[in-house]
């Protein structure tokens, strides 16, 4: 059983639609983050959250806006997407930023009609 | 820069068998290395670790070293199961940075 819990497990959304993604962690890590994961590939880095502060972006188009409310919370709020969207979307958390090793949910599989 | 390299899969192995997955990295630093494992329809579970030079990180059969004179961190395991099926990412993180670099990835069958 993973400690870092993802809902909804699968969503199918239209490219008009408004959704989030929601992630929760209750190790006591402050150190939260978001990936994007097609088939056959590795992670991608999206964002990177510190103490509840957005550390990283990497350029992540703005119809993904991610939101940390407390230290054991982590939204990525979709609106607009596009089909190339559809992917794995994986949330980890880490005890600080660092070389720490990170803990991953089983993820939301998202898919954009 | 920092940078992972796997061996290319798939590795399509028998039951019993010896496995050895190559990982190499190019890093600044002294970074922390890991090995994660995601069966089917999972996330990444962390299967070890390593901190620094000549550590060995172990857990469930596998192992790997830290080699900073090879710049290696392969995973081995003496005894493939059916269940250990799975694809397998080589990862580091920087001792300074704040960031995961990922291999491809390598993709395991273990048949009976």
């Known amino acids: 059983d993973t400690e870092v819990t993802q809902t909804p497990k699968h969503l199918v959304m239209g490219m008009t639609n408004k959704k989030s993604l929601k992630c929760e962690q209750h190790m006591g890590h402050r150190a939260m983050y978001w990936y994007k994961q097609k088939a056959k590939k590795p992670p991608e880095l999206m964002f990177v959250y510190s103490y509840e502060k957005l550390s990283i972006n990497e350029s992540v188009p703005s119809r993904f806006s991610p939101e940390c409310p407390n230290s054991s919370l982590l939204n990525l709020h979709l609106h607009a997407l596009q089909p190339e969207d559809s992917a794995l979307y994986l949330c980890?958390?880490?005890?600080?930023?660092?070389?720490?090793?990170?803990?991953f949910g089983d993820g939301t599989r998202l898919s954009i009609l | 820069g920092n940078s992972v390299t796997q061996m290319e899969g798939p590795v399509t192995l028998s039951e019993e068998a010896f496995l050895t997955i190559n990982c190499t990295y190019t890093?600044?630093?002294?970074?922390?290395l890991f090995w994660y494992v995601q069966y089917p329809g999972e996330g990444l579970q962390l299967l070890l670790k390593?901190?620094?030079?000549?550590d060995k990180g172990s857990n469930k059969g596998f192992e790997a070293t830290y080699r900073k004179e090879t710049t290696s961190f392969h995973l081995e395991k003496g005894s493939v199961q059916v269940s250990d099926s799975a694809v397998y990412f080589c990862?580091?993180?920087?001792?300074?940075?704040?960031?995961?670099?990922f291999g491809t990835g390598t993709s395991l069958t273990v048949i009976p």
């Open positions: 890093a600044t630093g002294y970074p922390s």
């Open positions: 990862a580091l993180t920087p001792n300074t940075g704040n960031q995961f670099y």
């Open positions: 390593a901190t620094k030079a000549d």
């Open positions: 980890a958390s880490s005890q600080v930023l660092g070389n720490q090793p990170q803990h």
